[in-house]
């Protein structure tokens, strides 16, 4: 099942995916993770699959490799005491403040990966529409992400602030160059050590955990999130519904239905006697 036949002019080679150096048992024995070990399948499917398309195998061994059933990990979120703390570092009256100010934001409100924040360009903010275009996407496949005006606005004042110059990039620093991904990881850093934010990871991850949190809390549905984040596959977004259940669990305690009512109506509790079967 797990058997490749490789022709080339000179050579005919067999692959055992289960059994070769680096093939499943040898990387379970080294002890990598699972998490890592599906990330050598991802690349072994895509080298089996470019095998079988270029004639040089006779099958596609990779459509039977499955990736391991992933226990849901931790996923760090920031409370809303977080990000007050967060979003007062940045002194708005400086140009950098501002724009550093106006960056957390849209982390917040779109859910957006640093990369994307990143390689942002003008073009790509649709104020009318109430969108971003995020072109520089994980798997390279460009999507419109909603945000919504108090983002909006701000990232339109700070555009007014940037002025025209030779290049798109929205994001620059103070010699008008584009403001790169790993400067902006260093900044919001920065304001985690500042902000005393303990505890939790604090990065620009946490922001994207944050937002699909409270889109889940606030009564979002998982297709439409799919789509905002960017997720290929929707078991994807579905971890995080595993991984923010207690939250639901509490927020189905605030507005449940039937726990509202006894505070307006007088419940008749039967005793378990007077049960009859």
Same mark, same amino acid.
């Given at each position: 099942?797990?058997?490749?036949?490789?022709?080339?002019?000179?050579?005919?080679?067999?692959?055992?995916?289960?059994?070769?150096?680096g093939g499943v048992p040898s990387m379970l024995e080294e002890g990598l993770s699972l998490r890592t070990v599906n990330c050598n399948l991802c690349i072994y499917k895509e080298f089996f699959k470019f095998l079988y398309e270029e004639g040089l195998a006779k099958a596609n061994i990779g459509m039977g490799l499955k990736p391991f059933k992933l226990e849901p990990s931790m996923a760090h979120t920031f409370t809303d005491k977080h990000l007050h703390r967060l979003l007062s570092q940045p002194d708005r009256a400086t140009f950098t403040g501002f724009r550093n100010y106006v960056m957390m934001l849209t982390l917040l409100d779109t859910g957006i990966r640093l990369k994307e924040l990143a390689g942002l360009q003008i073009t790509d903010f649709l104020p009318e529409e109430g969108v971003l275009r995020v072109q520089q996407a994980k798997g390279r496949k460009?999507? !419109?992400v909603p945000i919504q005006r108090v983002a909006a606005d701000a990232l339109q004042r700070y555009l007014l602030e940037r002025g025209a110059l030779s290049h798109n990039y929205i994001w620059v620093t103070l010699e008008n160059e584009p403001f790169r991904a790993g400067g902006i990881r260093i900044m919001i850093s920065r304001y985690?050590?500042?902000?005393?934010?303990?505890?939790?990871q604090c990065s620009c991850h946490t922001f994207r955990h944050t937002f699909a949190k409270k889109?889940? !809390?606030?009564?979002?549905?998982?297709f439409t999130l799919k789509s905002i984040l960017g997720h290929e596959r929707i078991e994807t977004t579905e971890m995080y519904v595993e991984l923010f259940a207690r939250d639901l669990n509490i927020q189905h305690e605030k507005f449940s239905p039937i726990e509202h009512l006894t505070d307006e109506l007088s419940f008749y509790h039967m005793e378990e006697s007077e049960v009859q079967v």
């Open positions: 099942m797990y058997f490749a036949s490789v022709m080339t002019e000179k050579i005919n080679i067999k692959i055992n995916v289960m059994e070769a150096p460009a999507r !419109l985690c050590d500042t902000a005393k934010i303990k505890g939790i889109y889940i !809390l606030n009564g979002g549905d998982m």
